[in-house]
């Protein structure tokens, strides 16, 4: 990887951070957030309650997730992301909500040793952290090094076959070549390259990089984003028309909270999520 790209991701998320979290209030994401909340309750969250005081998120921007998962868990949280402007956003939370002693942020490249003095009982690595780094297998493992042995991982990854769809759905025809050949793909024209994985290859990754008990899901499974939902505010008419409907939402999430837990799945997903254990 060049390194025009590493600063092509760092402007990126240069000019969202203040606009990040608009993607709460995007009807797509919600729902998307709302089922990835309840598959982290059921294969993360639960099963290690209690069993965690210090919680690493890596790449983890605003601090969306680090935050949320650390306030249930009780435990301690270190947000750390290569980009100080998404920090920023999350140290705001951090201030706001009187978090100080137990929340901290962090500015680091993945792709790099990670200096940090904790060794962490799990971690996280949300939305394509992943995707963006510049290797994947380097970035796996400095995450591991910082973790106990047999703490929990999860992370979440573009998912190269659903990335096809995607570029044929936006008639990117252009990008599938790439995909296929190199697990690239640009979903967008200002949002920079990012690696795709399949459920097997996201497990490789995880097992070459020193994790055990992987398993991979997919997420959401029976519906998908549109061009509007790759940005942070619009909604395309699809997501409109189908979660107006309270009970079609309620419905919809009952059917992926089980159905998602399926591996068969997987490869069904938008976005793969992987649950593995530091060896
Ligand atoms: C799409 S955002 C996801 C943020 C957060 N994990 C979430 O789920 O809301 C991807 C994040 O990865 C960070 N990132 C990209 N490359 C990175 C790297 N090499 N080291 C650390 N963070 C990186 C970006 O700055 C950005 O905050």
Redesign the pocket.
Known sequence: MDTNR?EA??G??RN??PY?DL?DNQLYWSFSDDLLWELLLKEFLDPFKGKISNLL??????????LRAARYLNSNALI????PE??AEAQKKIDKDGLQKSAEVMV????KPLEVKTEFDAA??????L????DPKT?VENIRRTMKKGAPLAV?VANKYHSLYFSVLTRKFENLETNLKKSLVQFTDDVPPMHTFTPASLRTLLSDSGFADIRVFGFPITIYPNMEETSLSDNSKEAISIFKDEKIYQLLLGIEKEACLNEEAAARGNMLLAIAVAC
């Open positions: 590493k991701v760092k990126y998320f969202k951070a990040y993607v998120d890596a790449g983890g921007g605003t601090g969306r997730w680090g750390f992301d290569i980009s998404m920090l680091g490249d993945l792709d996280i690595s949300f939305h394509n952290a995707s963006f780094v510049d970035s979440i």
